[in-house]
């Protein structure tokens, strides 16, 4: 017998109104601990995608399952990184992280605190602990939505462009880190991106989308070429650059395929 | 390094300001208007009748508080404004953020409330005296009148500029939508609300005194509407000034609250 797939999109379409946004039925499956790289154009439909997986949108026809069982309304299993607003103001850095846990009952308060200053400490904000959001920099504030996120215990991180908005030097910074923290804590990520190189790097496997309505154009297995193992030598190597320009490549004779 | 003429630092187009210079900037002016003010009577550029000297004025207020227990009419009126207020709030606060949660509830409210919006509360002043003759009620009735029906809208906007992504990373988490609410939307529009109730109280002294001048027997603004009637412009003057440092001294208090509730900011 087949094992249940851990998360899977069956047939999904997506309709807003008169707009598809998810014209073909969309099939995908997942595995546990994979990290996924949606890659295309902006308005492809890859954010709705990710977001229907957690549950913020729903499918206008077809199933998202997760072990099997069709996912409801968002719930913590499935947490979400925003580009922008991601982490609340009026919260310290340790308050946001301790609020992903707010709605637990599983867990003491004094849990509670322990696992938050775990998570502060683990992606590198300790000594900005008691900080406002409005005191540290941007690249900071995506730690602190990324900590939330795994103190609330989520399995899957539904992440939409997190690094969109920062320059590249923190960019590259926060790549490595959550490469790391994810091997670490084996999490399954739907990371949302139109950045080739931030796919190449980060992902396990990258999903290319062509534009609208949301076609599969390639499923690439990056592990297989770059191992599982990514740091700045990574990007560094000829294998890296050379997967990048291939992908790069496709996705240029694609568009010109479509644009003639 | 070159040194820009000192003048010409504080002209600097959409520049920068340091605190100490804002509020010599605002001293002087002051000052300014005052010393106006002191002069032309002075110099006999307006009679005194029309325009007595700030001294003038202040003698008179002196005399209106130790004799004609002013303090009790401008209590009467704070009180007076402060219920209002909190009437508005009270009904406001939820009524806008409830037409913000719920598209059906905004598409029914909003061309009611947009109607009454514009009705200038002056003209509803007859109304509401046949309604509710000259007792409180009528000037609580007018000051709600004019206050709740903007801060409805207010609220309502306030709520709907709260971030969708702050909602979701609630729901996310675990939060129910009304635990997204109570948790997250009342505190990311916290200091928007502060502030919108910081001008509403505002508006509450403008109505306060088209309520008091048709229909009362008390309060600033029936001192000030009576004191005209025998032409006693340096009374009239005292009254308006009182009304103006009550005005700034709430208003101070309050910007001074939300600094603090809003440190994070």
């Known amino acids: 017998m087949q094992p249940v797939p851990y998360l899977q999109f069956a047939s999904v379409t997506k309709k807003f109104g008169e707009l598809a946004v998810v014209e073909q039925p969309f099939n995908l499956i997942i595995p546990r601990g994979q990290f996924v790289a949606f890659l295309g154009p902006s308005g492809c439909g890859k954010t709705t995608l990710m977001r229907m997986a957690g549950g913020l949108d729903t499918p206008s026809t077809g199933n998202i399952l997760l072990e099997g069982a069709p996912v409801g ?95 590249a030097q923190l960019r590259e910074e926060l790549q490595v880190e959550l490469r790391r923290i994810q091997s670490e804590d084996r999490k399954t990520i739907i990371f949302v991106t139109h950045d080739v190189e931030e796919a190449v790097f980060l992902a396990d496997r990258i999903i290319v989308f062509s534009p609208r309505p949301a076609l599969i ?29 291939s992908i790069l490549h496709m996705l240029r004779a694609a568009h010109a395929k479509e644009s003639a | 390094m070159a040194t820009t003429p000192s003048l010409a630092r504080l002209f600097v187009f959409r520049g920068q300001l340091s605190r100490k210079i804002k509020f010599f900037a605002g001293l002087l002016t002051a000052l300014a208007a005052i010393g106006i003010w002191a002069a032309a009577p002075m110099l006999g550029w307006i009679e005194p009748i029309f325009l007595p000297s ?52 905004g598409a029914a409210f909003e061309p009611l409330i947009d109607f009454v919006r514009y009705l200038p509360v002056p003209a509803l002043v007859p109304l509401a005296i046949i309604w509710f003759g000259i007792g409180e009620e009528t000037k609580i009735f007018l000051l709600w009148l004019g206050t709740f029906f903007q801060l409805v809208l207010l609220v309502a906007e306030d709520m709907k500029r709260v971030p969708q992504e702050y909602f979701e990373t609630a729901y ?27 001008i509403t109280l505002g508006w509450c002294w403008t109505y306060l005194i088209i309520a008091e001048i048709v229909a009362a027997s008390n309060g600033l603004g029936f001192v000030i509407w009576t004191a005209r009637r025998y032409m006693a412009t340096d009374q009239v003057m005292a009254g308006v000034l009182v009304i103006g440092l009550i005005g700034l001294l709430s208003d101070q208090a309050l910007r001074a609250l939300h600094r603090f509730m809003f440190r994070y900011l």
């Open chain 2, 172 to 198: 996310t988490i675990g939060a129910r939508p009304y635990q997204a609410l109570t948790s997250v939307a009342l505190r990311a529009m916290a200091p928007s609300l502060v502030d919108n109730l910081r």
């Open chain 1, 217 to 245: 154009r390639a499923d690439i297995d990056v592990t297989a070429v770059l191992g599982a193992k990514r740091d700045l030598a990574t990007r560094d190597s000829a294998e890296f650059f050379k997967f990048r320009t």
């Open chain 1, 73 to 167: 309304p968002p719930d913590r299993r499935r947490g979400m990184v925003f580009q922008s607003y991601s982490s609340f103001p009026w919260l310290t850095v340790e308050q946001n992280v301790l609020f992903g846990m707010k709605y637990r009952r599983d867990i003491l308060q004094s849990q509670k605190r322990e696992r938050a200053a775990h998570y502060v400490r683990l992606v590198g904000l300790a000594e900005f602990a008691k900080s406002f959001p409005n005191r540290i920099s941007g690249g900071m504030r995506q730690r602190v939505a990324i900590a939330r996120t795994l103190a609330a215990g989520s399995e899957i991180l539904l992440m939409d462009e997190p690094f969109g908005a920062l320059d």
């Open chain 2, 54 to 105: 700030p001294w003038a004025v202040l003698q008179a207020l002196w005399i209106m508080v130790t004799q004609n227990g002013l303090l009790t009419d401008a209590g009467i009126s704070i009180a007076r404004v402060w219920a209002a207020f909190l009437l508005s709030a009270i009904m406001a606060v939820p009524l806008g953020i409830l037409m913000s949660s719920y598209r059906i509830i």
